[in-house]
């Protein structure tokens, strides 16, 4: 059996090959829109006496909000002396776990694309490898659903600790008498939610190239080889 590159184009011409192609790029869209954010809150503080007092809020990935100083040493803010404050909730875990399977995926998809392009005939000619591939391609749609439900979670924990509310519970200059804290610009994190998205996208592609993975498999071969033919009709011996 010869076992040599050939290259062959044809396997992106069918769903095997094209949406391993789709998949490796919308695993660059879920990966690159999350792991290269960076953001900054702005928190207006309207002091009694009538001046106002501004605080940043930056943040960026992996989202590791108790290491972001939102007050840095000691702060004399609306004639009060405020202490070190940092913001709270760590959504890292969530956000690296997600970027992590979007770069597995990226670096398999690349990996199956030189395998379908070059060394298809030896793909087809073993039974090892449309099992292997059948059973990434099962677990990776498992990683997309559950990384991708936690970093939607994760994502609303960074809103939810940069918005109003959050800075308000966050920073006790806010709880003081005639002191009101408010979030007056808002990062952008519209490519945040584009990476949710794209996430559980990743996650329905993955599952419908399971099915085609499948059918190279000699698990679906039998399945087929083994159903009974159409009985054959009789046909009547010549008078």
């Not at 199956?112 to 087809?124: D, R």
């Amino acid at each position: 059996m010869m076992t040599g590159f050939r290259l062959n184009l044809s396997p992106l011409k069918e769903p095997l090959g094209f949406v391993k192609l789709v998949e490796w790029l919308t695993a660059i869209f879920a990966f690159g829109s999350c792991g290269g954010f960076s953001g900054r809150n702005v928190i207006s503080i309207f002091c009694g006496d009538g001046r106002n007092e501004t605080l940043d809020a930056n943040f960026h990935y992996p989202f590791r909000l108790p290491d972001v100083p939102l007050v840095k040493d000691n702060a004399s803010l609306c004639n009060r002396t405020v202490t070190p404050t940092h913001l709270v909730g760590d959504s890292a875990s969530s956000a690296e776990f997600f970027v992590g399977v979007g770069i597995i995926c990226f670096l398999y998809c690349m990996a199956a694309l030189l395998v379908y392009l070059g060394y298809m005939h030896v793909y087809k000619d073993s039974d090892f490898g449309p099992i292997f591939d059948f059973l990434i391609t099962a677990i990776l749609v498992f990683l997309w659903l559950v990384c991708s439900s936690a970093w939607a979670k994760g994502l609303q924990n960074v809103k939810d600790a940069t918005d109003t509310d959050g800075i308000g519970a966050t920073l006790a200059l806010c709880k003081a008498s005639n002191v009101t804290c408010e979030v007056t610009e808002f990062a952008n994190v519209r490519t945040l939610n584009i990476s949710v998205v794209f996430g559980f996208l990743n996650m329905f592609v993955w599952a419908g190239n399971a099915w085609f993975v499948y059918k190279e498999t000699r698990w679906h071969s039998q399945k087929f080889s083994s159903q009974p033919g159409p009985a054959r009709q009789q046909v009547p011996a010549p008078i």
